[in-house]
């Protein structure tokens, strides 16, 4: 059986959309492939590593598929600092170097980005081990940098990521992309490489609650029997654009608003509320996923929202997926032609940024739960990736 090493900074039991996309892969190609996970030490989003991980610089262990994952050092630190930031994927880079000293040369190698940093040090291995790789690109970078005005154009950081950034495309066998933006960007000098492949959800993760249960769960958080609830359970940083939400909840205060998830402007969001008044905003700091998905079954509306530059358009948030494969009404503050082509499900609104016409939208929209079902089945179903990804890998495995 042939190997495949998947090198991704997040996977389980981490539970963010990196992870989440590469256990799709796992599942996906785990009857065809020996598959081994090389990833780093869970410790997001606490920055805190478990007992088990501490003082190690490597750690092997089997889970959740039965894949092998082999657990590297790194040192954990929050988005809050871009050196400290940069100073965690490198220690990742360096800790990855130690380890592929001695193993073993798999067949293939499939790497997700962000950050480029694991694509860089992939890039090195294909030049120095001759393994071949397929690149993801769930954002395009160091672009989405300059566009969240974290990096100038003009600098030598940009100039360089730029370099590294063209080589990387030009050594890898195939580049999957989660977007038609991303994947137009790349067509302009690699057309045929790239493949577009949609974050889509998986139905034998979905857990339904109890009334009870569900009862309980309101006491718990004294969430109100007569108010509409809106919840969004997501990341919480510049490209999220989360004051879209604050403004909504500002302009309609019958409203509760339950803001699930942390990020690097989380404490300003709250410092926001607070200063303008908006009480009917609620911060909730990150949450296991029984407690997210309990949320979600409860909400009236799920909210989902990207700064509205080009870079994210058509994008599909996996937690978006996750709203709609939990019959809920979506408000995607998104810059979607995508939402243009099925808007005959009646699933979502959708605003690039937040207008007042928004709250007379909410109350007048009349939406049928099987829509929201049937979208995801129709356009974003497990099946289909499987078929995609496992096309893609045996092309490349197989060409011989």
């Known amino acids: 059986m042939k190997t495949i090493h998947i090198y991704t900074q997040y996977y389980w039991p981490v539970s963010n959309a990196p992870a989440n996309r590469i256990e799709k892969y796992v599942k996906a190609l785990k009857d065809n492939y020996d598959i081994t996970i090389v990833t780093w030490m869970p410790n997001y989003p606490t920055w805190i590593k478990p007992k088990k991980y501490r003082w190690k610089l490597f750690l092997k262990e089997t889970w959740p598929y039965w894949e092998k994952i082999v657990r590297i050092y790194e040192f954990p630190t929050k988005n809050e600092w871009f050196f400290k930031r940069t100073l965690n994927y490198v220690s990742f880079m360096l800790?990855?170097?130690?380890?592929?000293?001695?193993?073993?040369?798999?067949?293939?190698?499939?790497?997700?980005?962000?950050?480029?940093?694991?694509?860089?040090?992939?890039?090195?291995l294909n030049k120095i081990r001759k393994i071949p790789y397929i690149l993801e690109i769930r954002d395009l970078w160091?672009?989405?940098?300059?566009?969240?005005?974290?990096?100038?154009?003009?600098?030598?950081?940009?100039?360089?990521?730029?370099?590294?950034?063209?080589?990387?495309?030009?050594?890898?066998?195939?580049?999957?992309?989660?977007?038609?933006?991303?994947?137009?960007e790349i067509e302009k000098m690699w057309y045929d490489k790239v493949v577009l492949q949609y974050?889509?959800?998986?139905?034998?993760?979905?857990?339904?609650?109890?009334?009870?249960?569900?009862?309980?769960?309101?006491?718990?958080?004294?969430?109100?029997?007569?108010?509409?609830?809106?919840?969004?359970?997501?990341?919480?940083?510049?490209?999220q654009r989360l004051e879209n939400i604050l403004n909504l909840a500002k302009d309609y205060k019958n409203w509760e608003f339950y803001m699930l998830g942390d990020g690097e402007t989380k404490q300003e969001l709250e410092n926001i509320?607070?200063?303008?008044?908006?009480?009917?905003?609620?911060f909730l700091w990150f949450q296991n996923k029984e407690t997210v998905y309990k949320f979600i079954q409860i909400a009236d509306f799920c909210i989902t929202s990207l700064d509205d530059t080009p870079l994210f358009e058509d994008a599909i948030p996996t937690k978006t997926l996750e709203y709609l494969a939990?019959?809920?009404?979506?408000i995607a503050f998104l810059r979607w032609d995508l939402a243009n082509k099925i808007e005959e499900y009646?699933?979502?609104i959708v605003y690039p940024k937040y207008n007042i016409k928004l709250v007379e939208d909410i109350e007048k929209f009349n939406h049928n739960p099987k829509n929201s079902i049937k979208l995801v089945k129709d356009y974003f179903s497990f099946e289909s990736f499987k078929d995609n990804v496992l096309n893609v890998v045996n092309k490349e495995l197989w060409k011989n």
């Not at 170097?97 to 190698?109: C, R, S």
């Not at 990096?151 to 050594?171: C, P, V």
């Not at 939990?326 to 979506?330: A, D, F, I, M, T």
């Open 95 to 124: 800790s990855s170097f130690i380890y592929w000293l001695f193993a073993t040369k798999p067949d293939l190698i499939i790497v997700t980005s962000p950050p480029l940093f694991s694509a860089i040090w992939v890039l090195w």
């Open 142 to 184: 160091p672009q989405s940098v300059v566009a969240l005005w974290l990096m100038k154009k003009e600098s030598l950081s940009y100039k360089i990521f730029s370099w590294f950034e063209r080589k990387i495309y030009d050594n890898a066998k195939r580049v999957i992309v989660v977007t038609k933006w991303i994947q137009k």
């Open 199 to 239: 974050n889509v959800f998986d139905w034998s993760n979905l857990k339904i609650f109890s009334k009870k249960e569900l009862e309980d769960f309101k006491n718990k958080y004294n969430i109100p029997g007569n108010k509409k609830v809106f919840v969004y359970a997501w990341n919480h940083s510049k490209a």
């Open 273 to 282: 509320a607070k200063k303008d008044d908006i009480n009917n905003i609620h």
């Open 326 to 330: 939990y019959w809920k009404p979506v």
């Open 346 to 348: 009646q699933a979502w």
